[in-house]
């Protein structure tokens, strides 16, 4: 049990869930939907029968029925001394394919080139031969990157040394570093869900055993689950995106920020905070860093080119205190050996005319974003599309757990996507999708029309009690 909901909560959060009857299943039912939008997270104690009789004015008999209905259904598990606990659900994810000639292919969330990559290259390779007469590789990083990566914290409120910096081949390889030093086989690590989910699976790898905290386009954070997380399981290890978070788009406010910081603190927890797409800012506006100041070795953070530039420059870092550095360095060679100088010597190039970079990925991302949302409230009025301020995606809400389905049918059709459980951590998600918005404008409109089509043949099939549940939020 990782923690608690309260029987005024939970009463809140269902609604009007009296819909149909017996009472008991559409009480049943309502508690089903919350554990699918994660909304409920795996491992929540549900509060006693009598208490939330008495909060939704029903009888015990009800609430005991209900309760019963979701042992069956294996939503939830009694447990001696423990009352009834919400149990992970099964991940149902279509997986990945290879696009073809004529495919949509938003599996991935990634922006084409910067235009001016190709130029930044070019000059660098125009001086290989002093590159040539180095070793090649660097497990700490050269010093000529360090510093720039280390000015563009500074910059930013942070103030950082070069020694704080590790200069990675990619974040996904800072994450699997920095999650092999910190994480022991059986350690409880915080994770946002749904998350980055090629994160989790490096968690994972570590030994660790994940803890979901709830994120929602529309109320960011569940911060009392995070606390009651922190103070309950004492993780050694939260991995935050505090900066339009993947997939949802949501950023952190001042006040979240903070309250993830002082639970940290109490519980001895180190926040790895992923700020690979913090930069893709298109009208939200700066916001302070936050999480400064900490205790040493609380916070650490991970940046890379792969979203801002090109996803195929495969270079990343980590900003930690010294100690931790030291520690990954010695670890590093497990790894891998170092990062190559010639991506190291572009990269410190690009910094260089990083505003200018991030500017141009804001034009992009902005016209790609205004597309998909015009084209997407046309052609499916029905779903809940967000308005989001930067990041790469939509977290769309369906209205209906079918996700998968949708995925499936619009794969059919030449679009490749991601459906929502593949962004969980304990299941759940199947009434929510995935839509970057970094493909040509023309295509996303493209893209839009390909799912308006999917989605009538999706609810077509499915049984009626589903399609009745999308046709409720027209």
């Given at each position: 049990m990782d923690s608690r909901v309260s029987a005024r909560a939970l009463a809140a959060s269902l609604g009007g869930w009296r819909t149909r009857e017996?009472?008991?299943?559409?009480?049943?039912?309502?508690?089903?939907?919350?554990?699918?939008?994660?909304?409920?997270?795996?491992?929540?104690?549900?509060?006693?029968?009598?208490?939330?009789?008495?909060?939704?004015?029903?009888?015990?008999?009800?609430?005991?029925?209900?309760?019963?209905?979701?042992?069956?259904?294996?939503?939830?598990?009694?447990?001696?001394?423990?009352?009834?606990?919400?149990?992970?659900?099964?991940?149902?994810?279509?997986?990945?394919?290879?696009?073809?000639?004529?495919?949509?292919?938003?599996?991935?969330?990634?922006?084409?080139?910067?235009?001016?990559?190709?130029?930044?290259?070019?000059?660098?390779?125009?001086?290989?031969?002093?590159?040539?007469?180095?070793?090649?590789?660097?497990?700490?990083?050269?010093?000529?990157?360090?510093?720039?990566?280390?000015?563009?914290?500074?910059?930013?409120?942070?103030?950082?040394?070069?020694?704080?910096?590790?200069?990675?081949?990619?974040?996904?390889?800072?994450?699997?570093?920095?999650?092999?030093?910190?994480?022991?086989?059986?350690?409880?690590?915080?994770?946002?869900?749904?998350?980055?989910?090629?994160?989790?699976?490096?968690?994972?790898?570590?030994?660790?055993?994940?803890?979901?905290?709830?994120?929602?386009?529309?109320?960011?954070?569940?911060?009392?689950?995070?606390?009651?997380?922190?103070?309950?399981?004492?993780?050694?290890?939260?991995?935050?995106?505090?900066?339009?978070?993947?997939?949802?788009?949501?950023?952190?406010?001042?006040?979240?920020?903070?309250?993830?910081?002082?639970?940290?603190?109490?519980?001895?927890?180190?926040?790895?905070?992923?700020?690979?797409?913090?930069?893709?800012?298109?009208?939200?506006?700066?916001?302070?860093?936050?999480f400064e100041p900490s205790e040493p070795g609380t916070v650490v953070r991970l940046g890379s080119l792969g979203k801002t530039v090109w996803g195929g420059l495969r270079l990343g870092w980590v900003r930690a205190d010294g100690e931790l550095i030291r520690r990954l360095v010695a670890a590093r060679p497990a790894h891998d050996l170092g990062t190559p100088e010639f991506e190291q010597a572009i990269a410190t190039r690009l910094l260089s005319r990083f505003d200018e970079i991030v500017t141009q990925r804001s034009q992009l991302l902005r016209s790609g974003r205004d597309a998909l949302v015009a084209a997407l409230h046309a052609a499916v009025p029905s779903w809940d599309i967000p308005a989001v301020h930067g990041g790469v995606s939509l977290w769309i809400e369906l209205g209906a757990p079918l996700s998968s389905a949708l995925v499936m049918q619009a794969r059919s059709r030449g679009l490749l996507l991601s459906a929502g459980p593949r962004f969980s951590v304990e299941g759940g998600h199947e009434r929510h999708l995935r839509v970057p918005f970094t493909a040509p404008p023309d295509e996303m409109v493209r893209a839009s029309h390909v799912l308006a089509e999917a989605w009538g043949s999706v609810r077509a099939g499915a049984p009626s009690s589903i399609a009745e549940g999308a046709d409720a939020v027209v």
């Amino acid at each position: 049990m990782d923690s608690r909901v309260s029987a005024r909560a939970l009463a809140a959060s269902l609604g009007g869930w009296r819909t149909r009857e017996p009472a008991y299943e559409a009480l049943a039912d309502g508690i089903r939907l919350l554990c699918l939008d994660n909304r409920l997270a795996p491992r929540t104690a549900l509060p006693a029968e009598r208490e939330l009789a008495s909060a939704l004015h029903v009888s015990r008999s009800t609430v005991a029925a209900a309760y019963r209905s979701l042992r069956d259904t294996a939503h939830i598990a009694s447990l001696r001394g423990s009352g009834s606990v919400t149990l992970p659900l099964g991940r149902r994810d279509p997986g990945r394919v290879d696009a073809v000639d004529g495919m949509i292919d938003l599996q991935q969330a990634s922006p084409p080139a910067w235009p001016g990559l190709a130029g930044i290259m070019a000059e660098t390779a125009a001086s290989a031969s002093s590159l040539v007469s180095r070793v090649g590789y660097d497990v700490l990083g050269r010093i000529e990157l360090r510093e720039a990566i280390a000015r563009r914290y500074t910059d930013r409120g942070v103030p950082t040394h070069p020694d704080e910096v590790l200069v990675t081949t990619g974040a996904q390889s800072a994450i699997h570093l920095v999650s092999s030093v910190l994480i022991g086989r059986g350690d409880r690590v915080l994770v946002e869900t749904p998350t980055y989910p090629h994160a989790a699976d490096a968690i994972r790898r570590g030994g660790a055993r994940l803890v979901g905290i709830p994120v929602t386009t529309g109320d960011g954070w569940d911060v009392d689950r995070a606390e009651q997380a922190f103070a309950r399981t004492l993780p050694v290890m939260a991995y935050l995106m505090p900066d339009f978070q993947n997939p949802t788009g949501r950023s952190m406010t001042t006040q979240e920020r903070q309250a993830m910081l002082v639970a940290g603190e109490r519980s001895g927890s180190v926040l790895v905070l992923d700020e690979t797409t913090a930069d893709l800012d298109i009208d939200r506006g700066p916001l302070m860093p936050g999480f400064e100041p900490s205790e040493p070795g609380t916070v650490v953070r991970l940046g890379s080119l792969g979203k801002t530039v090109w996803g195929g420059l495969r270079l990343g870092w980590v900003r930690a205190d010294g100690e931790l550095i030291r520690r990954l360095v010695a670890a590093r060679p497990a790894h891998d050996l170092g990062t190559p100088e010639f991506e190291q010597a572009i990269a410190t190039r690009l910094l260089s005319r990083f505003d200018e970079i991030v500017t141009q990925r804001s034009q992009l991302l902005r016209s790609g974003r205004d597309a998909l949302v015009a084209a997407l409230h046309a052609a499916v009025p029905s779903w809940d599309i967000p308005a989001v301020h930067g990041g790469v995606s939509l977290w769309i809400e369906l209205g209906a757990p079918l996700s998968s389905a949708l995925v499936m049918q619009a794969r059919s059709r030449g679009l490749l996507l991601s459906a929502g459980p593949r962004f969980s951590v304990e299941g759940g998600h199947e009434r929510h999708l995935r839509v970057p918005f970094t493909a040509p404008p023309d295509e996303m409109v493209r893209a839009s029309h390909v799912l308006a089509e999917a989605w009538g043949s999706v609810r077509a099939g499915a049984p009626s009690s589903i399609a009745e549940g999308a046709d409720a939020v027209v």
